[in-house]
């Protein structure tokens, strides 16, 4: 039984064996864009799509679709005799790109010159269009208005006004299914994360995070988020490539019920992760407990705190220091030791130089 996709092996290239429509073809297995597994994607009309970002190759001629004619991938001769398939040791046509221009996010990480900047991100989800009061938003509001009194250029963003996907899982496909700028964000034009991205990696020195606790965790909006930047770490994992370097950390945790500290390890653990520093005492928090089940008591304690409102400021003035340091010295590693670091023993199968693809390439064509 003749199968759409086979993958073999000819020599030592990868390839695959296609039938549709009652012919036989090869291609070189590997995508052009990441390198993705073509035998294991699918086939739509008389192309092959690659399961990892949607690059599309005539399943006998490995040309791109229509429009990416130029994206091309090796085609292998076949012919059938006595029963059997053969395929030649040797493409027959050659890889070939056609021009992709770079996301604007893909260029280099260079801090611009000027005053310390500090992004603060609400993760408060609500109606944007009846918003209502937040007592973690309202906290960061007033750490942000004390980081400008401090000089430091500043910028929110609201996680509930943007919109921006969940992330969908191109890590569990292959480590280098996800990329950077996220594949989300490349194929979507839509999607805002883009904003969050451009301000965490390329404009702040201090990110001050505000989440509310919900059932004991983080809000939902900021883990929809952290999954998604996923795609800065993973290039750590996968490249030995430090998208954030001396950068600050600085998060405020609020809520009716309990659990600040856990809340904060998860923060403090993904924010590390990421390569970011933490000022002296790096979170503030407030909460009414397990038994204080009167949401509407707990807004009224924080809008008539003082401490609170002053912790608030005390937190944006340690983090503002901190980047001011940092950026006094360049304390940052050019490269980082794996040894003992996440998937420090990732071992990747060699490719032949014929089949490895671009690097930095962009995901949508």
Known sequence: MQRPLTAATVGVARVVVTWVNGEFGALSGICNHAGGPLAEGSVEGEYVVCPWHHWKYHCRSGAGEPGYEGDAVPRHEVRVAD???????????????????????????????????????????????????????????????????????????????????????????????????????????????????????????????????????????????????????????????????????????????????????????????????????????HSRGWSAEDMERNVEVVQQSAELREGARALAARAVDHANLLLDHDLAPHTTARGGRKAHQLVLDEIGEEDRPVTGQPVTR
């Open 83 to 285: 029963g059997r398939l053969h395929v030649s040791r040797d493409p027959v046509t050659r890889r070939s790109h056609g021009e992709h221009p770079s996301h604007p996010l893909a260029r280099a990480v260079e801090r611009a010159p000027g005053p310390v900047r500090v992004v603060g991100i609400s993760t408060t989800n609500m109606d944007m269009e009846h918003p209502r009061y937040s007592t973690s938003d309202a906290l960061l509001a007033d750490a942000m208005q004390q980081a400008a009194a401090l000089g430091a250029e500043t910028r929110t963003i609201r996680l509930a006004a943007l919109q921006f996907r969940a992330c969908e899982g191109y890590y569990s496909k292959a480590a280098h299914a996800c990329t950077w700028p996220c594949s989300i964000t490349q194929m979507d034009p839509d999607d805002q994360m883009d904003q969050v991205y451009e301000a965490v990696v390329h404009w702040a020195d201090v990110i001050l995070l505000a989440t509310p606790i919900r059932w004991g965790s983080a809000s939902s909006l900021y883990f929809r988020m952290a999954e998604r930047l996923n795609c800065v770490q993973n290039q750590v994992t996968i490249a030995n490539r430090v998208l954030i370097r001396n950068k600050v950390a600085a998060f405020i945790i609020t809520g009716g019920q309990d659990n600040v500290q856990g809340v904060a390890g998860q923060l403090l653990g993904f924010f590390a992760e990421l390569g970011c520093h933490f000022p002296p005492f790096p979170y503030i928090a």
